[in-house]
């Protein structure tokens, strides 16, 4: 799994929105195009698991990028200036 896997059509999640897959020998085609079923390609098709990708590229063969955030410098950043209900319920004009 170090790279990217384009989805194909013997996967158990993919589905033709319009039922036109069909097994030929030893690929798989399209009634409506009378052609090798693409799916980066064709609009109709999708995946159950909802991980189908642009391009064809299977969700379920990436790999996540986490990215660490500091939290300091987000809290410290500009103050909070209040007006009216608001000031009166928090009662002071600023807040860090």
Known sequence: ???????????SS???????????RDSFGCRLTE???TI?????SMCMKRRLLPGGVCGETVKRKTVEKDVD???????????G??????GDKEIY
Do not use: H, W
């Open 1 to 11: 799994m170090d790279q990217s896997k384009a989805c194909s059509p013997t996967c």
């Open 14 to 24: 993919f589905k033709c929105a319009q039922n036109n897959v069909f097994y030929r």
């Open 35 to 37: 052609e090798k079923c």
């Open 40 to 44: 980066a390609n064709c609009t109709y």
């Open 73 to 83: 410098d987000d809290l410290l950043g500009e103050s909070i200036r209040f007006k």
């Open 85 to 90: 209900k608001a000031l009166r319920k928090l």
